[in-house]
């Protein structure tokens, strides 16, 4: 009698995914508090609403006012300037949480947070002189209070289909000094949150002679400046809800205030911080957790809105999960070990494995989402159900630049055989 009531089993509670950086990671009271209200929004409003946005490829705007609700637009906003004052590993942590229910939104916010962390904590690191620091002073507390205060929202566009967004190349944007501010002109493509945007955080170059990748600025361009406008269609393969279209700059004129860094300042970040460049990819370690989540719900039948069929009892099945957990897994492990190492002048080894992060879950990502579709089977791609958007906006990852997968391995393969300085003759 004993022995058979001690096989009888509590009824099973249905697979409950599980945080997205897994039990016992030391986390900070701040970082624990953001990651639960991410999950909460994930689940209860993000998830839900992501198949419209992708349906339709508009922007997830009711999801960014939840987040503004949230505080999360000021998320790494300085406390003195009222943000949440988030360091880089909270942010990566908190998008990785969100993009495992919208890439979308992960992805969008990522580009307006990047707008207050290079102003911010990372600008906080560089050097500069003192006339510079009291520019830069003045400068950030326009742009945070808009940002904490009036819940603003940025973009940042610096692709122009040239070598320029891969850092091989100044910018074609240019920037003119003029009477009390700047005169821009050009193009931007690709350029995320479009017409959602309330300020555009232009990268140019400063219209000068002999002008290089030193003379790079950053630039915030008001989304009502005359002279700027936004043009082209957008009905991409994935990440749909980005709203990524093209930008056109007409003798925009900024005031001296719209600067985001001083002269020279960008030059030196994009140097010396390389993790500024891996701040996409959070949105894809989410993406990948997703598709990891999805796929044993459903093999257990618990899908909400499928019929409760079990698939889990077959060995290739399990096999084929064991494989996606460890690359999950894998990924995970680069990802917050990255994450942990971003600071100024980081040392080879941190770069190098920065680069291997970035590239790993870009690749895994989709390899991830692509082994789940196969293992799920056919009525797993079905629109109705969220697989298949997974696998579309997890394409995107390895094509953006300054980082895609090529040019991660690009910079590996060289910085690892070459010192600084060194040539072959
Ligand atoms: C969903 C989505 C959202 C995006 N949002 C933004 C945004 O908000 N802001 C923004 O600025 N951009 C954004 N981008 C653009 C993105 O970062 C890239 O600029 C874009 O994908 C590049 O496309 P392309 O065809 O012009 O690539 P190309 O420049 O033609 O490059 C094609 C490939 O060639 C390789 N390559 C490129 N340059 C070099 C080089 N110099 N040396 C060696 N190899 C090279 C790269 O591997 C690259 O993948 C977004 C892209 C996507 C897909």
Redesign the pocket.
Known sequence: MSAQLSTVRPPAAGYVPPPIVGEGYPLTDLQRELLATAARLGREKFAPRAAQYDREATFPFENYDDLRAAGFLKICVPTRYGGLGADFPTYAMVAAEIGRHCG?TA??WN?HVCSTLWSGLLADGLDMTTEQRAEHERHRALHFARIAGEGKIY?????????A?????PFGTLAAKVEGGWLLNGK??????SGAADYYGV?CTEDRPDRSVRDTLYMAVPADAPGFAITGDWD?L???G?V?RTLLLKDVFVPDDAQLMPRGVYYQAASRWPHMFST?SPTYMGLAQGAYDFTIQYLRGEVPGTAPVKRRMYPTKQIAVAEMRIKLEQTRALFLRAAGEAKIDPSRDERLRCYAAHYTIMESANDIARLAIRTCGGQSMLKSLPLERIYR?SR?G?????W????CL?RIGREALYEPGEADD
């Open positions: 979308a992805l969008t580009m973009a940042q566009p610096f692709s122009e289909g040239s070598a967004a891969a850092g091989k190349a931007k493509i690709f350029a995320s949150l990268l991409p994935g990440m749909r980005t990524s996409l906006d995107c390895s094509l953006m630049l300054p895609t997968a090529e040019l690009d």
